[in-house]
């Protein structure tokens, strides 16, 4: 979906800015290690959708989708 839109280096730091004043907002803010390990996922999202940038044919088919636990990415 985001794939093919080009670089935009400066919506991705405003919408990782939008997601930690979202997690301002609720009860989340609370919880220091959820709240880094939310924002540390949503900042590796946003690096992986602009990692096929150029265009949607570049993406692999089947490609997973990671998963992630309280200390990061996973192998499965």
Excluded: K
Aim: charged content about 25%; aromatic content about 10%; hydrophobic content about 35%.
């Amino acid at each position: 979906m985001h794939s093919g839109n080009g670089e935009h280096h400066d919506m991705d730091r405003r919408a990782l800015a939008c997601f930690e004043a979202a997690l301002d907002d609720v009860p989340v803010s609370d919880d220091p290690q959820l709240r880094e390990t939310l924002t540390t996922w949503f900042g590796w999202a946003i690096q992986r959708m602009g990692d096929y940038h150029e265009s949607a044919d570049d993406v692999p088919a089947g490609l997973p989708m990671q998963h992630w636990s309280w200390d990061g990415p996973t192998s499965g």
